[in-house]
């Protein structure tokens, strides 16, 4: 009896943080990566367990602790989960409460488990070493099962599917428990319409990504999260990571659709660069625009999400950067490649960074990577973000650089002075623009004349000059320890755009 409750209770663990952690996956892509989905789904599930456990201590006391019970168990989270699919497609408007009781009644019934095989493996000898290989036991499925999940198994299967073979396994195993061999052939029936569920097209992920007034034109999902492609009215392609709004394709100054503008001031500002680095790729648009620039030799991107070189070879007006050989794509997280890469100097650094609200946005706007960012760069190099607004990005870029701009939402934090473009400055680096294949970027002199006219709507705005009113409070340094864009003024409190 002792090996099986062992075995139970590995597997119990394994399948319960299995179903956590697509829960976790699936909350946080409905919520827009907020920083908060973690927390409040652990929080949600460990009530559930912990009532659960609560549950399961009660049928032990009342000596109802058995192997087929623990089948029933299986089979009832099983269902559970199967009810929480068919819930989450099919009521929209109440999907975060749908959530939200998914979560804790999926959490609470697998909680019953681990008192009864606790219970069981140690009824015989009821020592230390009984109680603690109950729990060790416990304790390695609950280790790996994150790590066979988030590292291998997302990358295999879709979320949908993920899930539905966790529901599988959990039937499969409910069906080895129990005696009854009615019961046991309807659990195996079940587990078998969950392996035939993961032949069908994605439901799940396509239910939680549609968006009035757009077209859901494609998902790319991987272990790093998804990669949405909607078409609007106008027929632009609009695409998202992971539920969040990330860019537009679009490298046409006149539609301007996507503030381009912001990527066309770099080779005005700084014509003689040779040498850049753009931390993410997302939509290719803005690395499309500074290969224009004849005078580059080298831009250097570091993308984390490897699908969004995947996403750029499916679009002709994007896969051109693909094939030009200045442009070298690394898969890494850019602030591991920085901090690795002590010895690389460039001429600017560009981000277009995410929300400031999202998780992790703090690792590319804190005072401590700003200051290592610095340090990259060349004598008189700057470092051109977007601050999707945070006022608290602009206070902190001025704590590191001499000398901070503002232009639209960006920050531009430079080692040196940089003025206002004249026409003069935007007509001759205009006309040096040339897409890959050598034609110009401003073929025609009207062409010209409205590039010139779009970037003389904004001015570089230096710090002095940049409105903090309304923010109505003292701006604040961005640390790697205070999180604040995160938490103390996340997306509900200043809501920015990119």
């Known amino acids: 009896m002792s090996n099986k409750a062992m075995l139970l209770s590995f597997l119990g663990g394994f399948l319960s943080l299995s179903i956590e952690v697509i829960w976790i996956r699936l909350f946080s892509f409905f919520t827009g990566s907020l920083p908060q989905a973690f927390s409040f789904t652990l929080a949600v599930f460990l009530i559930g367990i912990a009532i659960g456990s609560f549950i399961g201590k009660r049928i032990c006391r009342e000596g109802r602790a058995s192997i087929d019970n623990i089948g029933h168990i299986f089979a009832l989270s099983g269902l559970l ?11 929209v408007q109440s999907r975060l409460l749908i959530f939200v009781l998914s979560i804790f009644f999926c959490a609470l019934v697998r909680g019953i488990v681990f008192p009864i095989v606790h219970h069981l493996g140690s009824e015989a000898h009821k020592t230390g070493a009984a109680i603690s290989n109950v729990y060790f036991a416990n304790v390695m499925g609950c280790t790996l099962s994150p790590i066979f999940i988030g590292f291998y198994l997302f990358d295999v299967l879709t979320t949908q599917q993920t899930y539905l073979a966790v529901i599988a396994a959990t039937f499969i195993i409910a069906a080895f428990c129990l005696r009854h061999q009615l019961v046991k052939l309807s659990v195996i029936i079940g587990a078998a319409v969950s392996v035939l569920c993961l032949m069908i097209p994605d439901k799940l992920i396509t239910a939680l990504s549609q968006k009035p007034d757009l077209v859901l034109d494609s998902i790319i999902e991987n272990k790093h999260g998804f990669i949405q492609v909607y078409k609007d009215e106008q027929d632009n392609k609009l695409v998202f990571g992971s539920n969040v709004y990330d860019g537009m394709l679009n490298v046409d100054l006149a539609l301007n659709s996507n503030m381009i503008d912001r990527a066309y001031l770099l080779p005005v500002i700084a014509p003689e660069a040779k040498n850049v680095l753009v931390v993410g790729l997302s ?25 969004y070189t995947q996403f750029a070879s499916r679009y002709s007006e994007m896969a051109r950067i693909l094939q030009d050989k200045r442009v070298h794509i690394i898969t890494d997280d850019g602030r591991r490649w920085i901090k690795r890469n002590a010895d690389q100097k460039f001429d600017f650094i560009l981000m277009n960074t995410t929300f400031h609200w999202r998780s992790y946005s703090t690792n590319l706007l804190s005072k401590e990577f700003l200051t290592m960012a610095k340090s990259r760069l060349a004598e008189n190099g700057f470092l051109y973000f977007n601050t999707t607004s945070s006022f608290d990005a602009y206070y902190t870029a001025k704590q590191v650089f001499p000398y901070v701009y503002q232009y639209k939402n960006m920050a531009l934090a430079s ?30 002199a009207e062409a010209l004349r409205q590039g010139m006219a779009r970037m003389r709507e904004y001015s570089i705005l230096p710090y002095e000059k940049i409105d903090f009113s309304p923010l109505s409070r003292q701006p604040e340094i961005i640390t790697d320890q205070n999180m604040i864009t995160e938490y103390k003024y996340g997306r509900f409190n200043e809501l920015g755009t990119k």
Not at 81 to 91: E, K, N, Q, R, T
Not at 421 to 436: C, E, K, M, V
């Open 283 to 307: 939509t290719g648009s803005w690395v499309d625009v500074l290969a224009t620039m004849p005078g580059l030799e080298k831009i250097t991107v570091i993308e984390l999400n490897p699908a």
């Open 415 to 444: 080692l040196r002075p940089i003025e206002s473009p004249t026409d003069q400055n935007i007509a001759a680096a205009f006309q040096g623009l040339r897409w890959s294949e050598g034609n110009p970027v401003f073929a025609s």
């Open 81 to 91: 989960d199967l009810v929480a699919i068919g819930l989450l497609l099919s009521f």
